[in-house]
């Protein structure tokens, strides 16, 4: 029998958004791993994963978050390498990650450094709730109604997807990876006219939690855990915790 490598999705932070099929999952996994970046580090996953199921053991795997692409994918095949033995015997391991494994997770890129060595893997994922969503129900805005659309980008480089973004006032626009660059987004906010409405959450569910309106937002960096919502046409109404 080929092995399992399920990706979990443990949700943005507060272990209550842990759904309770992913803790099924990890109960009856072989293994669950967890990514980290030493491995005398507890990383965010496994954090998370320690206050929903104290009762399930995390083993950790180190990871490159650089933003350079050889040592990342060196990383992924060493981290791939590591699950071989397991796969190979049949096991079920699960693989924690934050928000949802099929969005922006390191999980699809192990996967797929598995399956290019051992192709009858089985691949599952079990969705998670992800840091946007958690940043609506928390600044209580409703993101899209009725035919409206929904853009989520990056801006690891900088502010010009969220401002290609933004030209379409009909369309809600989601940040990720934004936190060096939050004063240019913030400007882009402006500059588009819809600071107002937009919110930033940062850290969402996680020691240190920062939830404010964009346009009350101190003009620094954030850290990498920063989400930006922007409803459709400046609808929100968002005035702080
Ligand atoms: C590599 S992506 C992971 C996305 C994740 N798989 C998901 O489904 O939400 C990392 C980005 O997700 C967002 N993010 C994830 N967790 C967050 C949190 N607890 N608070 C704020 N933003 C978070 C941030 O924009 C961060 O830069």
Do not use: C
């Amino acid at each position: 029998m080929p092995g399992t490598l399920i990706g979990v999705g443990v949700g943005p932070g507060d272990p209550e958004l842990v759904t309770t099929r992913a803790l099924r999952v990890l109960r009856e996994a072989d293994r669950v791993i967890a990514p980290t970046l030493a491995l005398d580090a507890v990383g965010r996953a496994e954090s998370i994963v320690r206050q929903a199921a104290p009762d399930v053991a995390v083993e950790r795997l180190v990871f490159d978050m650089s933003p350079e692409p050889r040592p990342r994918r060196a990383s992924h095949e060493a981290a791939a390498a590591a699950l071989l033995g397991p796969l190979d015997a049949g096991e079920r391991v699960a693989f924690v990650t934050l928000g949802d494994p099929n969005i922006f997770s390191t999980f699809s890129a192990l996967a797929a450094s598995v399956l290019a060595t051992r192709p009858a893997t089985r691949v599952e994922t079990v969705p998670g709730i992800m840091a946007f969503q958690a940043l609506a129900a928390r600044s209580g805005t409703v993101l899209l109604d009725g035919t409206e659309s929904m853009r989520l980008v990056t801006a690891v480089d900088g502010p010009d997807a969220v401002t290609a973004a933004l030209a379409d006032t009909h369309q809600a626009v989601v940040v990720y990876k934004g936190g060096r660059h939050l004063p240019a987004i913030q400007k882009s906010l402006a500059g588009a006219g819809r600071l107002d409405g937009a919110v930033v959450g940062e850290l969402l569910g996680l020691p240190g939690e920062r939830v404010a309106p964009a346009a009350a937002w101190p003009d620094q960096a954030a850290t990498y855990l920063v989400t930006v919502i922007v409803p459709p046409g400046g609808r929100g109404g968002f005035e702080g915790p």
